[in-house]
């Protein structure tokens, strides 16, 4: 009996391994808010005390000590020059490049905003964000910030700016021309945010409404609606114009695009 034991035992100690990094290790934080990887291979983790930057071994922290404008970093995004660009509790955006923490411009006048900057997303060598319900703004790639004249939420797709504006949903190329626009159904008007499913399709959320808007040659396909949501096993089911499909989440609130997965 005891031979059959002892594998047993070692599988489960096996199975049970999980390294916790904490103070001990250099990462002096309560609170780990997002993680992104840089084209080098290191881990960039932002906390509530500063961001990391991870080598597998080690960590190296940047902090108020080192010129950040404050220390609690809520979200990350890279561009193609390799900086790395963070926004914070008290509402700043800044990046890091080459371990120096600046504006983009090599200087430290730091962007403050009216509420969280909240990256949207980039398009080849531009980096996209939004500010609350303000305007979206651009980073170019000499780090100069510029805003872009359109309230509401925001879609950015790698080739494609999908805005929901004054009651319609508006279809802009990169360079923010026009392509396509489609009035919002009355029922279904009050929309909160946009998320990415792939690069040409999208998840409205509304108030007690989610939709899918997809792309085909340059033209907006008409909302494909979701029906019914239905709770079984801690998921929601729902139906839409193509399929039956199931949300890996609790899906009115903390929906992403890839939760979302056809039903077979």
């Known amino acids: 009996m005891g031979y059959f034991i002892y594998p047993s035992t070692n599988l489960h100690a096996q199975n049970s391994i999980l390294k916790h990094y904490d103070s001990d290790d250099g990462l002096r934080a309560n609170m780990v808010y997002y993680m992104l990887q840089d084209p080098k291979g290191f881990l960039w983790i932002a906390t509530d005390n500063g961001v990391y930057r991870f080598d597998g071994d080690h960590f190296k922290r940047f902090s108020t000590e080192n010129g950040l404008p404050d220390n609690d970093i809520l979200s990350m995004i890279i561009d193609n020059n390799g900086r790395i660009w963070l926004s914070t509790f008290n509402n700043n955006i800044f990046c890091i490049e080459n371990e120096f923490v600046h504006d983009g411009q090599g200087g430290k006048n730091f962007r403050k905003y009216e509420s969280y900057p909240s990256f949207t997303g980039k398009q080849i060598d531009r980096i996209f964000f939004q500010s609350g319900v303000h305007p979206l703004q651009m980073i170019r790639p000499n780090g100069e910030i510029i805003r872009i004249s359109e309230r509401g939420p925001h879609l950015v ?21 026009l392509l396509d626009s489609i009035r919002i159904p009355k029922s279904k008007k009050k929309v909160n945010a946009i998320h990415r499913i792939d690069d040409t399709h999208g998840m409205i959320i509304g108030e007690n409404q989610y939709y899918i ?27 839409m114009n193509f399929g039956f499909y199931s949300s890996g989440k609790y899906f009115p609130r903390t929906i992403t695009a890839n939760w979302i997965v056809p039903f077979r």
């Open 157 to 177: 797709l790698p080739n494609y700016l999908i805005n929901v504006k004054d009651e319609k949903i508006k279809l802009k190329n990169n360079e923010f021309k």
């Open 213 to 239: 808007i997809g792309i085909q040659n340059n033209r907006l396909i008409y909302p494909f609606f979701l029906y019914v949501h239905l709770k079984m096993q801690n998921k929601f089911f729902f139906r």
